[in-house]
């Protein structure tokens, strides 16, 4: 099982950009599914996005869609959130997990994960 620590969160402008990082330690990373989900105040947490094992296959939610990038460095076992065009709305504590279910990227859901970082704080100023 994989441990995964989260950095690279802050305090940005709308319009920013920030690159969130996620660590795992532990065997086999090459063998997660990793995720992307972020939880704003009173709201639910939101699946984000995922990347497939290689990280030649990435999925976005509409929300994010052609701003956000993820990718992962199977060899430094991280998985990587590229965020652009940052807007309020995208303000949340974000969170990578770590999943060995198998389905269309698409589908993913909280659920499907059972590893999960402690969490970072992303905050866009307006």
């Known amino acids: 099982q994989v441990q995964l620590v989260e950095s690279g969160g802050g305090l940005v402008q709308a319009g920013g950009s920030l690159r969130l990082s996620c660590a795992a330690s532990?065997?086999?990373?090459?063998?997660?599914?990793m995720g992307w989900f972020r939880q704003a105040p009173g709201k639910e947490r939101e699946f984000v996005g995922a990347v497939s094992w290689s990280g030649d296959i990435t999925y976005s939610a509409d929300s994010v869609k052609g701003r956000f990038t993820m990718s992962r460095d199977n060899a430094k076992n991280t998985v990587y959130l590229q965020m652009n065009s940052l807007k309020p709305e995208d303000t949340a504590v974000y969170y990578c997990?770590?999943?060995?279910?198998?389905?269309?990227?698409?589908?993913?859901?909280?659920?499907?994960?059972?590893?999960w970082g402690q969490g970072t704080q992303v905050t866009v100023s307006s």
């Open positions: 532990g065997r086999s990373f090459s063998s997660y599914i």
């Open positions: 997990a770590a999943s060995t279910v198998r389905r269309v990227l698409s589908l993913y859901r909280a659920p499907d994960f059972g590893t």
